[in-house]
């Protein structure tokens, strides 16, 4: 009588030892067993990926299509005019007389909305901006409601939009040039603004010229006040 111990047969534990040999065989042709070297060579790849991978991103950023993004932020200088009407500055703002005041606006908006395959779309929009020259205080204006139009015969060569924002203006103190064109002023008034930008077809970037405008919307902030300003600056999608 055979009074071997119980086990697995013989030509399963000759398939367990020929896999074992396969992979010993294999992890040594992957690895430096010298002394001192102990490193896998797959380890040598990772510099050459985290190289790569966020130059991947950025090209995936720059191919995606102007439809394709939701954010963009704007940056501008303008400085302040003196014409008594946005009219008059909207129809010839290179010709428009300006006074010795400046502000730089940084603006954050998002597209909530697009209509027309694309060709309209709303958006909502936050700025900061800072004045200074005659003045210097802060200034805060909430856009909830930008109209964009973004279609255009000539958009296949130069991509252009057109856009018209209507929201609040509040600075922290009551503006001196407000009051000294205007007879008097207040922190909060109705704040709108008028934009055009061009730019590379299909790319993140473009100039923007904006009228920046603060209103009193024919007395219901104030009797008197307000300001316009012609900007420009530079807008970036993303």
Known sequence: MNWRKPGRPRHH???TELHLRGILKHSRQGVDWRPGTLQTR???????????????LLARVEAASAEDREWAATVYVAQISGEEGWEDVMVNPAGSSYVDDYLVVA?????????GDGALQLEAEGQVAY???EQHHWEFNAVPIVARWQKFPWNRTLATSAAFGLGLSYATEVP????????????????????IT???????????????HRSVAYGLFADEGGMNGVGLGLRYHF
């Open 131 to 133: 004045n200074f020259g």
């Open 13 to 15: 534990r000759l398939v």
């Open 176 to 195: 001196e040039i407000e009051v000294e064109l205007e007879g008097e002023s207040a922190k909060l008034l109705i704040y709108w603004m008028a934009e």
């Open 198 to 212: 061009a730019g590379p077809v299909d790319g993140p970037w473009a100039v923007s010229l904006r009228l920046h």
């Open 42 to 56: 797959s380890r040598s790849r990772w510099p050459t990926i985290i190289t790569l991978l966020p130059l991947a």
């Open 107 to 115: 603006a954050l908006s998002s597209t909530y909305a697009r209509y």
